[in-house]
Structure formats: C-alpha cells, structure tokens
C-alpha cells in the first residue's frame, strides 16, 4: 500500500497508525478502514493488515447495578 496522503499516514506497525485517514467507514457495523490497511472498531480493538489482533486500549465498563 503506497499512502498517498501528505503528511503521509503512519505505517500499520506504528504506534500513531489511528493516525492514519479513514478511507472507508460503516458506522453501522462499527468498523472503518484506515489509508494504512488497519480496520478500527468502535471498541477502539484494531484489526492489522497482518491479521494481528490488538485489544480495544478504552473497554466498556459495566456500569449497570444489580437490583437488590
């Protein structure tokens, strides 16, 4: 994938990749694709052009208590 972006858009592999353009969104299905091939969920877990795997960084907390 060559970025065409200027800045250009941070690598994959980089810790700012989130950085990159969104050149693809479907907010209905909670996910976009970034200029560096990195799929970002809502959840904030991203899906790597390798298929790595990395862990949603700001997890839903379960606020909700339970009735006595």
């Known amino acids: 994938m060559s970025c ?7 690598e994959a592999w980089k810790s700012d990749r989130q950085a990159a ?5 479907h907010p209905e299905q909670g996910w976009s694709r970034l200029c560096n091939g990195v799929v970002l969920f809502e959840d ?4 790597l052009p390798d298929g790595h795997i ?4 700001n ?6 208590e339970r009735a006595a």
Not at 54 to 57: F, H, K, S
């Open 44 to 47: 904030t877990g991203l899906l």
């Open 21 to 25: 353009v969104v050149v693809a969104t």
């Open 4 to 10: 065409t972006h200027r800045p250009e858009c941070p």
């Open 54 to 57: 990395v862990t949603p960084q």
């Open 59 to 64: 997890p839903a907390t379960n606020t909700c």
